[in-house]
T-cell receptor, first 119, second 113 residues
Framework: AQKVTQAQTEISVVEKEDVTLDCVYE???????LFWYKQPPSGELVFLIR??????QNEISGRYSWNFQKSTSSFNFTITASQVVDSAVYFC????????????????FGQGTILTVHP | GAGVSQSPSNKVTEKGKDVELRCDPI?????LYWYRQSLGQGLEFLIY????????KSGLPSDRFSAERTGGSVSTLTIQRTQQEDSAVYLC???????????FGPGTRLTVL
């Protein structure tokens, strides 16, 4: 079975600080996809990024960056120069992509990290 | 284009009553998922529809839960004889294909009194 662990339950920072959200995953599959979603106070899950297990290139999108390391089974998310609008719950998730068995195609979520950015 | 929509946004019901929750996926998406988000259990998978294949019901917590997807589009999640532990936010998502990015609707908050 696969598992996603977000060890940080809550993080509180002051605006303009950089913050890193940790995500560690477990899977026996060789092919899988990793995701980050943001859930603002409005409640809707907003897609941020999708990576496949064969692509370990780090990615940057504006103030957001992601560090994927298969050697440590980690997929960490950094927000640079945080803003109050970044306050939300952030979820890391995994989909196994080896066909067959249960869980194929379904998201397994971590418990989420509550990020609060203070002005 | 339009995203995933769900109705109602909020539902309050009495214990023992049946409820139906509706999901309209993104047009053209072949895969549709239901998840549940509760304080104690986090985000958990319930059921998954892909095209005309038999749905994957492996996440349904009891036989009081069922879902159908008509015409490969709209889906309805039905909970019979609701219990207080069914109180949660029920989220629907759709994707173009099974392993593509899943896009979520705003959810239905169910409260069982």
């Amino acid at each position: 079975a696969q598992k996603v662990t977000q060890a940080q339950t809550e993080i509180s920072v002051v605006e303009k600080e950089d913050v890193t959200l940790d995500c560690v995953y477990e899977t026996r599959d060789t092919t899988y996809y990793l995701f980050w979603y943001k859930q603002p106070p409005s409640g809707e899950l907003v897609f941020l990024i999708r990576r496949n297990s064969f692509d370990e290139q780090n990615e940057i999108s504006g103030r957001y960056s992601w560090n994927f390391q298969k050697s440590t089974s980690s997929f960490n998310f950094t927000i640079t120069a945080s803003q109050v609008v970044d306050s939300a719950v952030y979820f890391c998730a995994l989909i196994r992509a080896n066909a067959g068995g249960t869980s194929y195609g379904k998201l397994t979520f971590g418990q989420g990290t509550i990020l609060t950015v203070h002005p | 284009g339009a995203g995933v929509s769900q109705s109602p946004s909020n539902k309050v019901t009495e214990k023992g009553k049946d409820v139906e929750l509706r999901c309209d996926p993104i047009s053209g998406h072949t895969a549709l998922y239901w998840y549940r988000q509760s304080l104690g259990q986090g985000l958990e998978f319930l059921i998954y529809f892909q095209g005309n294949s038999a749905p994957d019901k492996s996440g349904l917590p009891s036989d009081r839960f069922s879902a159908e997807r008509t015409g490969g589009s709209v889906s309805t999640l039905t909970i019979q004889r609701t219990q207080q532990e069914d109180s949660a936010v029920y989220l629907c998502a759709s994707s173009n294909r099974p392993l593509d990015t899943q896009y979520f609707g705003p959810g239905t908050r169910l409260t069982v009194l």
